[in-house]
């Protein structure tokens, strides 16, 4: 989902020739995740003309788009909130569960929402924007989310307007429509655009707000559980990486607040996760060394107290919490 979010977002502008996706696990289960992520972000045919100005935006440094806060069912969004996730209420009575949604949709038609098609109700905004009510929430429901929402952003900025962003996707549960939505979303999240985040008809409730969340994670957008930083392992590896991930993925999941590296050695991996709160490190053969941050804190450690040395190390910097 990570690469999903970042190199998905560059294959949706056109920059990339050859990709390569990094996975903790066997090296040739990268390559179909690869190709799936490659067709699921090929560009259309004919790109859409939106006749509103281009986007003025800064690409080399995340700024959000300013907003102001509206109430979407009885939730505030935009502003300051994090990016809301929610859920449409349909789904919610088809399983009985809200889960973690933050809001509960009845419609996209549900005030203050407002719903754009195409670049032609786009266009008309941009003609006429007072026919749309300050306060409202924007919602792009057409082909190529990524330029749609663009455009409409652009639409706002030149109407001077603030009115938050939903960003709505309606997908069927496929991988490739996965893969899509994860890099629609990471795309325009990391570009400061979007306020609140809703899927439909990916399955129920709670797999359509998992989804969004992850997605929202994994473009570094807000953080709802765990945050694994995890190198593809090498002929530098120094334990089985694959099954300590498995465990500490199992140990260490449910800590909301912090991010876990797990490098297979000790001569790259600290400054590929440098921005990991904890670190798991290959020191040696059987020995592992925990960081915190950048700096190695337990050198050396028999691998098999490795884990709960973790456990410890967390526990003494105030940051455990019980599962
Ligand atoms: S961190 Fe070390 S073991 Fe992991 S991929 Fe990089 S060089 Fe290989």
């Not at 859920?87 to 809200?98: F, H, M, N, P, S």
């Not at 952003?153 to 899509?180: C, V």
């Not at 400054?271 to 290959?282: L, S």
């Not at 700096?295 to 040395?309: C, G, H, L, S, Y």
């Amino acid at each position: 989902m990570k690469s999903a979010a970042g190199i998905g977002a560059l294959l949706l502008d056109g920059l990339a020739d050859t990709i390569r996706v990094s996975l903790t696990e066997d090296p040739v289960a990268e390559v179909p995740v690869a190709q799936e992520l490659i067709k699921a972000c090929a560009l259309p045919a004919a790109p859409t003309a939106y006749n509103v100005p281009v986007l003025e935006k800064d690409p080399y440094h995340y700024e959000r788009r300013a907003t102001d806060v509206v109430k979407v069912s009885g939730v505030e969004i935009g502003g300051a909130n994090p990016v809301k996730v929610g859920v449409k209420a349909d789904a919610i009575a088809l399983t009985g569960e809200r889960r973690n949604a933050e809001f509960a949709l009845a419609s996209l038609d549900e005030k203050p929402v407002v719903q754009f098609k195409d670049a032609m109700d786009i266009a008309g905004f941009a003609s006429n924007p007072s026919a749309v009510p300050a306060g409202s929430v924007f919602c792009y429901t057409g082909a190529e989310m990524v330029s749609g929402v663009r455009a409409l952003a652009a639409a706002l900025d030149a109407a001077g307007r603030q009115d938050p962003i939903l960003l709505y996707a309606k997908i069927g549960g496929t991988e490739k429509e996965t893969l899509r939505v994860s890099a629609d979303i990471g795309s325009l999240v990391t570009d400061g655009l979007g306020d609140a985040v809703v899927i439909d008809g990916y399955k129920g409730a709670k797999e359509t707000v998992l989804l969004a969340f992850d997605i929202l994670q994994a473009a570094y957008c807000r953080r709802s559980k765990t945050n694994f930083i995890s190198c593809p392992s090498c002929g530098r590896t120094l334990y089985d990486i694959q099954q300590v991930m498995g465990k500490i993925k199992a140990r260490f999941g449910h800590l909301s607040d912090i991010s876990i590296g797990i490098m297979g050695c000790i001569v790259n991996g600290p400054g590929e996760m440098a921005d990991a709160d904890f670190g798991y490190v290959g020191g040696g053969p059987g020995r592992i060394t925990l960081f915190e941050g950048k700096t190695a804190v337990k050198k050396n450690i028999p691998e098999e107290d490795a884990i709960e040395e973790l456990v410890n190390l967390i526990k003494e910097r105030g940051r455990w919490q019980e599962p």
